[in-house]
């Protein structure tokens, strides 16, 4: 079902990724510079209003977006799969995948947007397929999670903290380190975990659509 917002759509899809069908939401803008591609946290899902709101800004500024559960509804309270970045990645390039085949997404660019354990999947995932992914970013992250292939990372990535959000910013400075792409580290005053401060999530709204517009080419 597609419903119209303003000069924005938004269509529930479903995505294929082996035997399982992915829910997802694209939202498309007027005019189109790129896609997005949403990997939420644990607990989280594409409903999130953090996500959405992100989502909103990064439309507003020309890039299409897809929020999408990674897990079947079935899967999402199995711990083990909740935190299998393996296996995360692999339905994230799954989605990217159906992007390239999408008429209406097909010959953009796309970047990743993760957050918590999500950024493990994306930084996973852009490792992997390198020539699939343009730009990263990260919302409070754990790429920890994804260690091993840090330094694998071709897309130019940029990794958002919370000021307040202690042990995660100290992952997230290790992470930086190991990161051998264009790179930065933001460090959002006054933010938590979740940037459920006033003001903080918009921060990081710009701060990822000034990034991905930066490093995504509009090549359709």
């Known amino acids: 079902m597609e419903q119209a917002f303003g000069k924005r759509r938004e269509a529930a899809v479903e995505v294929k990724a082996g035997a399982v069908r992915l ?12 896609v997005v591609l949403f990997a939420h946290g ?3 899902g594409r409903l999130s209003p953090r996500n959405t709101f992100v989502a909103h800004m990064l439309q507003d500024g020309g890039l299409a977006t897809l929020l999408i559960d990674l897990l079947e509804e079935r899967e999402a309270d199995d711990r083990r799969k909740v935190f299998d970045i393996d296996l995360l990645a692999d339905r994230l390039l799954a989605a990217t995948e159906w ?3 999408e008429p209406l997404t097909k010959g953009f660019q796309f970047g990743y947007f993760g957050a ?4 493990g ?3 996973q995932a852009a490792a992997r397929a390198p020539a699939s992914v343009a730009a990263v970013v990260s919302r409070g992250g754990r790429p920890d999670l994804a260690a091993p292939y840090l330094p694998q990372v071709k897309a130019p990535t940029l990794l958002i903290v919370g000021g307040h959000d202690s042990p995660v910013i100290q992952m997230n400075e290790e992470a930086l380190a190991l990161l051998s ?17 006033p003001g ?4 990081v709204a710009v701060l990822a659509r000034r990034w991905f517009l930066r490093y995504i080419p509009d090549s359709a």
Do not use: D, N, R
């Not at 829910?23 to 790129?34: E, F, W």
């Not at 792409?181 to 401060?197: N, Q, R």
């Open 181 to 197: 792409c264009p790179k930065e580290l933001v460090i959002v005053p006054g933010a938590t975990h979740l940037f459920e401060e």
């Open 116 to 119: 918590s354990t999500g950024a």
């Open 42 to 44: 644990s607990g989280s």
């Open 121 to 123: 999947a994306a930084l």
């Open 99 to 101: 992007l390239v085949q």
């Open 200 to 203: 903080t999530l918009e921060e």
């Open 23 to 34: 829910k997802g939401i694209l939202g498309l803008p007027a005019s189109m510079a790129g």
